[in-house]
């Protein structure tokens, strides 16, 4: 057996840039199939993440029209009617609703100092932050009374309190907002783009009665975010929630002017974005690896064609067909096993720059690794196949003669 690996790196050896150009197509194939897995599994955890940042079994109650597109809410007609009362009655009178917080954010400008920026201000309550699973990492968040007596306290999200006070503890300093001078009395911990594509830490949180009536002067909220007791329970917290709103807005006859979107529902479509994005690219891996077994067996029939006489003089000192068909065989073998290994390597440093590009943790793609040697494997088999049978079928008299 030894001999015959030997023989066959010798021959691939004797024509590197042809050996090259048929390992190329394998390369290509392997490494694609495994950043689909990597890309696969990491964008499934990132959405997992996502929907443990959101908060548990939440539900956003949107004022309008609102459709969820690749993953995100979309605002499709925008609407007046969504008030912080409307609110209060869904945590009274909707059951299996475990806490609630309305929603009232703008853009605006914040001033400290000299400097200026333009960033969200969120207005809501105390129960934001047990709701989103979003706490403070610096200072506090601001209380009922704070929210009661429309106090001007704001906490401020991660990259807002880096950009306003750079290294600089925020707590207890001043912030104008439209203005309007604000204490800061906490700072949130890094949160990142939510499911909605909202960044969270580019916003300011702010009491929503100071919001509404003090920063944006308007009577209405954008939303209202409701935590349901249990996953089972938010289909049944929505119908009732619809059935409130529907009945508090007197829209007998006509269509809801709110939307209600289970969270749910916005990571499906955000998995389901991922996984087609993963077919799509082991579609790519699979014609590469066609293509790489098409190049494989075209340099082996040429070997074979180029070798006649060569094969007729081992056929004549004795060799046995069945030699000659494993040399051939382990050639096509040598070949893709070669373009294996540079793939597994190629799709191992490929996923790496993909996980440092999409800010993710890099998810090794061993069971890629294993497919791609395996896939390989199985390639240089069935394109050596056919060319070493034909090697094998050559007469050593008729060889000899040409």
């Known amino acids: 057996m030894r001999a015959l690996v030997r023989t066959a790196l ?9 050996s090259l150009l048929a390992t190329t197509g394998v390369v290509i194939g392997v490494c694609a199939l495994m950043v689909m897995i990597s890309v696969g599994e990491g964008a499934k955890r990132k959405v997992l993440r996502e929907f443990e940042s959101m908060g548990r079994n939440l539900l956003v109650v949107s004022a309008g029209k609102v459709s969820i597109r690749g993953g995100r809410l979309i605002q499709r007609e925008t609407a007046t009617t969504l008030t912080r009362e409307d609110a209060h009655a869904i ?12 929603i009232y954010d703008g853009f605006t400008l914040v001033e400290r100092g000299r400097v200026v920026i333009r960033t969200r201000i969120t207005g809501t309550t105390p129960r934001y932050p047990e709701i989103r699973n979003f706490y403070p990492s610096l200072g506090r968040f601001f209380t009922w009374e704070e929210l009661k007596g429309r106090m001007r306290v704001a906490v401020l999200g991660h990259d807002v309190a880096r950009r306003l006070f750079g ?13 309007i001078p604000f204490k800061v009395v906490g700072v949130m911990e890094p949160k990142g783009v ?49 059935l409130l709103l529907r009945e508090r807005h007197r829209l007998e006859g006509r269509s809801d002017d709110f ?6 529902e916005v990571m499906k479509q955000k998995a389901q974005a991922a996984s087609i994005f993963a077919v799509l690219v082991a579609a ?21 064609r180029e070798r006649v006489q060569e094969i007729g003089i081992r056929r004549a000192v004795g060799a046995t067909r069945r030699s ?18 540079v793939g597994v390597f190629l799709g191992t440093l490929f996923s790496l720059v993909i996980a440092l590009l999409a800010k993710w943790h890099l998810v090794l793609p061993f069971k890629g690794a294993a497919v791609g040697v395996a896939v390989s494997v199985i ?5 050596g196949l056919y060319p070493a049978y034909k090697a094998s079928r050559i007469h050593p008299i008729q060889a000899l003669r040409l």
């Not at 945590?91 to 309305?102: K, L, T």
């Not at 390639?379 to 394109?383: A, D, I, P």
């Open 91 to 102: 945590e009274e009178r909707v059951s299996g609703v475990v806490a609630v917080a309305p």
């Open 194 to 242: 939510d499911a909605s594509g909202e960044d969270q830490d580019d916003q300011i949180l702010i009491p929503i009665t100071t919001a509404t009536i003090r920063v944006f002067h308007v009577t209405y909220v954008n939303a209202i975010l409701v935590e349901a007791r249990t996953e089972e329970a938010i289909s049944m917290v929505a119908r009732g929630i619809t």
């Open 167 to 179: 290294a600089l503890n925020p707590v207890v300093q001043e912030v104008r907002i439209r203005r």
């Open 379 to 383: 390639t240089g088999v069935l394109s």
């Open 259 to 264: 939307t209600v979107s289970p969270m749910e």
């Open 10 to 18: 010798g021959a691939l050896l004797a024509q590197k840039r042809r």
């Open 284 to 304: 790519v891996a699979a014609v590469s690896l066609v293509v790489g077994a098409i190049g494989v067996l075209a340099v082996m029939l040429l070997s074979v």
């Open 324 to 341: 000659v068909l494993f040399q051939f065989l382990v050639e096509s073998l040598v070949l893709s096993v070669v373009g294996g290994g």
